[in-house]
């Protein structure tokens, strides 16, 4: 999961828009196969282990982004206090992902995922004195019906992979309230390397606790996943500065279909019809709160 970083100032052109696009398409499918490869390691590896060797390999990527955007000047925060919460949150939000997809099938995992925009409009009320209307709050009850059709409580037993996709949204929607915070005035080299660096920081111990050395095989798939989550890292920052956030945002959702796919081909996942309902209507709210929130923004 992730959240947009830098937006470009002024109107993009068409050939920028769908540059724009096509780096948010690719960005997403990049962190879908990162989220399966951890999924598929943690069988016989501790998340926390891989984890780490994943973000200290995405820094590879990240480095050669912030090289040539801006250098080292770029690391510094305007705000260093929100910029560390917010990247603190973040982490904490990807361990909490990452773990939670260990032990639920991917679109599953996914689909709570996707109450972040949900979340945002409840939290934006006490936390950023928004005023939410009456179409927006239909979008937030009708969402977290989707979620109560999806996971069924009384009718199957709830894991601990639920609870930790659930902390995981919250967590992330946090992040992106003190984003807003932010604005626009934070690079995204610096959002970027301050992420790492605090997933850096709260996986070390947990990798140590738990280290086994992996063979080269595992060891080649956690440094693909450690490239492919900095890549996309680094394509998100350019999704949002060639073309606007009403129209990269709902590409988030593109990871479902990731999801599906590799579920099916390498966990051999079938979501059953009511999960898929649940899904869709999460979905479709949160599309319509992102539209909502577009146009309350204009």
């Known amino acids: 999961m992730s959240s947009p970083t830098i937006i470009a100032a002024g109107a993009p052109t068409g050939d ?3 540059r724009g696009i ?3 398409v690719l960005t997403f499918a990049l962190f879908a196969g990162m989220d399966a490869t951890v999924k598929w390691l943690s069988a016989d590896y501790a998340v926390g282990q891989i984890v780490f060797i994943v973000a200290g390999t995405a820094l590879v990527p990240v480095g050669l982004f912030v090289a040539g955007n801006g250098g080292l000047r770029a690391l510094k925060p305007r705000s260093p206090g929100r910029v560390w ?3 603190a949150l973040v982490a904490a939000s990807t361990l909490c992902t990452l773990q939670g997809f260990a032990s639920l099938p991917l679109a599953e995992g996914y689909a709570i995922a996707f109450t972040v925009p949900l979340l945002v409009t409840v939290l934006s009320v006490p936390l950023l004195r928004e005023a939410v209307g009456i179409h927006r709050w239909s979008a937030v009850a009708v969402g977290f019906a989707g979620v109560i059709v999806m996971l069924r409580p009384g009718f199957q037993t709830l ?4 609870f930790l996709m659930i902390a995981s949204a919250l967590l992330f929607a946090s992040s992106l309230i003190v984003l807003r915070r932010l604005g626009r005035s934070e690079s995204g080299p610096a959002l ?3 992420l790492l660096a605090c997933l850096l920081l709260l996986t070390g111990p947990l990798a140590v606790a738990a280290w086994k050395t992996p063979d080269a095989a595992a060891l080649g798939l956690m440094l693909l996943a450690g490239l492919a989550f900095g890549s996309g890292h680094a394509f998100l920052v350019l ?6 956030a009403a129209l990269v945002s709902p590409f988030h959702y593109t990871q479902i279909l990731w999801a599906l796919f590799y579920g099916a081909w390498l ?3 079938r979501p059953d019809p009511v999960t898929l309902a649940g899904a869709s209507v999460v979905i479709a709210s949160g599309l319509y709160t992102l539209w ?4 309350r923004s204009r």
């Not at 894991?159 to 639920?162: A, D, L, M, S, Y």
């Open 85 to 87: 919460l917010r990247a």
């Open 292 to 295: 909502r929130e577009t146009r």
């Open 159 to 162: 894991t601990p992979g639920h």
């Open 192 to 194: 970027i390397v301050t």
């Open 239 to 244: 999704a949002f500065r060639e073309a606007p």
């Open 16 to 18: 920028r828009i769908l």
């Open 267 to 269: 966990f051999g996942d």
């Open 22 to 24: 096509l780096f948010a």
